[in-house]
């Protein structure tokens, strides 16, 4: 290509080192990129800083590979550490799984991310990291204007939006209240100021939870442990994985019906998914069953039941953990409007603790300090209060009240909310008519291409990767959807980019 192009990346967390392995990948350009991230975890966001490694990431190494057609890139640079460091870590006792410390993740990421850089630059690219948030943007007439949070101004040809999610939703207000922990990672430092005998309410009952809980035992922690929070719904528990490839509920189907401007019904994507439940002899009516009896059954039955399915021949909650991260992304823009709004009213938060389980070694962790009384497990949270004299007062389901000497926050923000950090840009976008609200979370997207797009129209010089398009994707934050969807971003730019060089081309052709 004649002439190169810039391109400005907001965000250098796991998301951007997808797009910046897809870039690298697809040998484009050369041109320009300038990533802008403000905090000191570059790469690594804040999932996967330096940390304990008792969290673990919870998904095997084939669906945490940052390369697209490459599943196995990630578990082959476990394998070179390994030898390096001469140790093994992360084997699941009960799966065979490997489930690498989250910290480790953070190395890999930072490695793709230098590996593909230098990549890039050997291929021509001019390559900028700023450390620097930015504050506002602006569309102009051939491109984007970006302001970082000191005051400068760049122009861009094209720019992507990965400013990941947001931290832990303070929903009872006591972010001044002594022995409240907003945030809690890293987990080395949250823990810091807690006793080992404190009676300790963790708020929230997702994998957040089940990393502090964890994290609290293996220090020793001797005090009692309580969850709360509204439905009590614990995570699922991972199976030994059997291979399983889809042949109806798939994503080529699903953009294909795209293509032709389909729209599904609930109905017509229950017979899709009937017939891959049938082709695979499993039985789709009792996963239905089993998801629709969650808030019914107590959970912490139900984690034990889980726990005792991790060798279960049964494959129906295999296919579902496949399909739902897979092709998720494509199937609900195809869904109409009123049953998306269903799903996310009545089965988000099922579906998610189903499709993102922890390890069965955390679930039989968790049953251990469950069986001696130590963890207990409250729903139907109704209010936390500081206490004057110190420590808080937690008002639970009618007739369950205690009081408890330390509070942490592991409530996910909520999926319509905007990072806070990413706030002053989206405003600035949504005001210059650059970019839409989502009803649902997020910025509107095109599918297709992760284009911002407003009334309908998307921008090819805009675009959007990760939880920004939480309202137009189902699933945005899985390793494997980033990669799916950085490789869309990749070639709509790079298309774009060749469609005004040839351009430029046939204007000098007929000038002379």
């Not at 673990?56 to 390994?82: C, I, Q, Y």
Request: with cysteine.
């Amino acid at each position: 290509m004649s002439h190169g192009f810039s391109i400005g990346v907001v965000g250098g967390g796991a998301a951007a080192v997808c797009l910046i392995d897809a870039l690298a990948r697809a040998r484009g350009g050369p041109g320009s990129i300038t990533v802008f991230e403000p905090s000191p975890h570059l790469w690594r966001g804040r999932a996967y800083q330096v940390d304990t490694e008792t969290l673990k990431v919870n998904a095997a190494p084939d669906d945490m590979s940052v390369r697209a057609g490459d599943p196995g890139h990630f578990e082959r640079w476990l394998d070179t550490r390994d030898r390096v460091a001469g140790v093994r870590q992360g084997i699941d006792t009960r799966s065979g799984v490997r489930f690498a410390p989250r910290a480790v993740y953070g190395e890999y990421l930072e490695q793709s991310a230098y590996t593909a850089l230098a990549d890039l630059r050997r291929q021509g690219w001019q390559v900028n990291l700023i450390g620097e948030s930015v504050e506002a943007g602006s569309r102009t007439a051939d491109g984007v204007e970006l302001r970082s949070g000191q005051g400068s101004v760049r122009s861009f040809d094209y720019v992507v939006l990965c400013v990941g999610g947001d931290g832990p939703k303070d929903v009872y207000g006591l972010a001044t209240a002594p022995g409240f922990v907003a945030d809690p990672y890293p987990i080395l430092g949250a823990l810091q100021e807690i006793g080992d005998q404190d009676h300790i309410t963790v708020v929230g009952s997702g994998l957040t939870a089940v990393d502090i809980v964890l994290s609290l035992a293996v220090r020793g922690h001797r005090g009692r442990i309580a969850l709360v929070s509204r439905r009590g719904l614990l995570p699922g528990v991972r199976q030994r994985p059997v291979p399983f490839t889809p042949r109806h509920f798939t994503r080529e189907r699903m953009r294909s019906l795209a293509r032709r401007g389909r729209e599904l019904s609930l109905r017509e994507l229950g017979a899709i998914m009937r017939a891959e439940f049938r082709d695979a002899g499993a039985d789709l009516d009792a996963v239905v069953s089993g998801m629709m009896r969650a808030d019914r059954e107590d959970p912490v039955d139900r984690l034990r039941h889980d726990l005792a399915e991790v060798d279960s021949p049964r494959m129906g909650l295999r296919i579902l953990r496949h399909a739902v991260p897979e092709a998720g992304p494509d199937v609900w823009p195809l869904l109409r409007a009123r049953d998306r709004a269903r799903i996310l009213r009545a089965h988000h938060r099922t579906v998610m603790s189903l499709c993102c389980p922890m390890p069965p070694d955390s679930a039989a962790g968790l049953l251990e300090l469950f069986a001696a009384g130590q963890l207990a497990n409250h729903s139907g949270l109704r209010s936390i209060t500081p206490r004057p004299g110190g420590g808080f007062d937690v008002v639970a389901a009618p007739g369950t009240g205690f009081t408890t000497d330390k509070v942490i926050s592991a409530v996910n923000a909520a999926r319509s909310r905007i990072p806070t950090a990413a706030r002053p840009l989206v405003s600035s976008l949504t005001r210059g008519r650059a970019a839409s609200r989502h009803p649902h979370g997020g910025l509107h997207l095109a599918r297709a291409t992760g284009r911002l797009t407003v009334d309908g129209r998307p921008d090819p010089r805009l675009y959007g990767l990760g939880d920004i398009g939480a309202g137009t994707l189902f699933f945005t934050w899985g390793i494997p959807s980033l990669v799916d969807r950085s490789t869309d971003i990749v070639a709509a730019i790079l298309d774009h980019a060749e469609g005004l060089t040839a351009d430029r081309s046939e204007d000098v052709l007929v000038a002379t």
